[in-house]
């Protein structure tokens, strides 16, 4: 109402009519109560409930009597079938959208809501008549209110959001068609894609943009592959004039994976066409499908041997599903972090991430983990990519932590959901958790460490799961990424320090709210920290001194009179000699998956591709193996191990 009261006085309506219009075209209750109610809004003449008081009246007699409805007889027809008319309109905007097809020909209208209704049906009389060869300019155009018709003639100074606001229009005629104009249906406005296609992986649209009323998970997805056709005339001859290459055909398209969102393109798709059509949907109404081709067709990848394939033909089905479940710890590599400059061994196409991001996917679907803790995922690989890949092809449910600052990456856990239930979620922010503890005022004498600390966008991210079969067990499940640079074994050791007395007072306070529940830690992530030094010391041996040699790893950061222990009893489900990653200049173990043997055990573990096999695989020397390649999406190996529980 405040719109059409907006409309009214900006516009000044004087409408006239009279009542031998509505004797013709006789207004049916709801449109008469639309007039009665809006004629009232303002305060200047407003003549046509005159028209509609009289109309009423001797309209319906006469509507009686013939027991016919207004004639269109001698009104050109239209040589194409109207198929479909969409508004698109939100009560309070300035603007609306309306989309015509005829037959295949879409005519589109963005146009300001306080443009006269006559105005607007002469702007669609005119494209349409410039576009469809034997649509007349005298064809009638008109707007079906309620069950009453009204053409141009009929609207010379009326507002057109009065009739929006109404929520009574139904249907729009041209000539002798009608079709019912659909309001507000789901729409999928854009899929985009990434730009290369390999064969054994899989695909899915990067990005789909929709109506505000657009359900990804009620819209349903068809895809459909096509051969290139092969050009029969290339002779081969130096110098020959190649033919143009034939587009596909559409009797050639073949459905395949009919409703899912994604495709895994086969050996034989090589060399082929893909398209994906979406069916949008709200759950309650579909609206117009969208079909996009995808700009390349599918490719070989470039070589066969994959580092993770010669993982999984040693790995075994989880054991019990009562009791056993996996877990896979994964820095991913942030997009944003791979450049040539940082891996200046790696192929360059190999960086890129329309090459790494399918190799993920198939990697992590493979394992079949149950829990997983992934690092450096950028948050809209997470919302466009791992959300719906890992929930469609795994079953599994994730968790988005973003690290401070401006960073756009952080931490995802995922979980499965037949196995565990999320109880709560948080995000930590170290630095700020740090400054709560005792010791951090003892760093008040270091200056330069304190700046430096303020400046760490670390996070440790914190899920509650119980477990669904044995729902006595309780398990706070850890994730982080800690800083990275070489000179920072000091920072490092503060930050788990920090994490550590987190957790402890996290899994204190769980148990005390939970007496009659077995409540216990697992702790993953990139700690950045080798086995001989302190972080991962004090994960294990559950202490460390003053006089630790991580306090005076930086000559101008030096940390004194620390001291710290906890009781948590951790063990690491990797030996120590382990890599999980190997870059030209650099090589260890800095992932780790810790857990209490106390209240889980160790079931199998399955390490990282040794080196020696990497450079088998990739084909060169071992000195000259380095992560991210063709083989590996990551500069980082997944740990993954299995674990079981005791039932009740």
Known sequence: MKLFRSVVSTTQILYQTSSSLFQKYPLDRRTTNFFQQYSHVSNIPFTIMEAVNSANTKGNEETNDNNSKPSHLGKPELSKKLSSVILRYESGGERFQFSITINTRRFNFDRLVTESTAAFLERVKANISKKIKNFEPETKVS??????????EHMAAF???????????????????????????PEVISIKFLKQFLAGFPILPLKIEGSFNFDLNSSEFLWETCPAPVDEFDTGVKGAKKPKIRKPSKEIWTCRFPKSLVFTPEKAD???????????????????????????????????????RERVAVMKPVGDSRTDFRILSYNALSELLTTPEWF???????????????????????????????????QKHFDRNFTSFLSIQCGLRGIFSRKTGDSVEGLATFYNPSKFSLLTSESVIVRDEMKQEPFYSSLATVPGLLMRLEDRNTILQVSVLQHVMSSTHIFIVANTHLYFKPDADHIRLLQTMTCLRYLENKLNFYKTQNPDNIVS?????????????????????????????????????????????????????????????????FEGCIDYIFYQPEFLRLVTRYPPTNKTTMAQLIGVEENRVSLPNFQAPSDHLPIIADFSIALN
């Open 159 to 185: 507002p057109i959001a009065t009739i929006f606001e109404s929520n009574l229009i139904s249907k729009l005629r041209l000539g002798d068609e009608e079709t019912q104009i659909d309001i507000n249906p």
């Open 521 to 585: 830690l697992i702790f993953c992530g990139d700690f950045n920290c080798t086995p001989p030094f302190g972080s991962y010391r004090l994960a294990t041996q559950g202490k460390v001194t003053q006089s630790d040699e991580d306090w005076v790893s930086h000559e101008s950061e030096k940390v004194s009179g620390i001291d710290f222990e906890h009781n948590l009893r951790l063990e690491t489900a990797f030996p120590e000699e382990e890599l999980t990653t190997v870059v030209i200049n």
């Open 344 to 378: 200046t061994a790696s192929p360059k196409v190999a960086l890129d991430i329309d090459y790494r991001l399918p190799l993920l996917n198939a990697e992590i679907k493979a394992y079949q983990a149950d829990l997983l803790c992934l690092q450096e995922i950028d």
């Open 270 to 308: 090589i060399n082929s066409y893909v398209r994906l059509t979406c069916i949008p949907s709200n759950g309650t109404i579909t609206g117009i499908p969208l079909t996009v081709e995808l700009p390349q067709k599918v490719t070989p990848p470039p070589v066969e041997n994959f580092f993770f």
């Open 143 to 152: 707007l079906i209110i309620g069950s009453t018709e009204f053409g141009i």
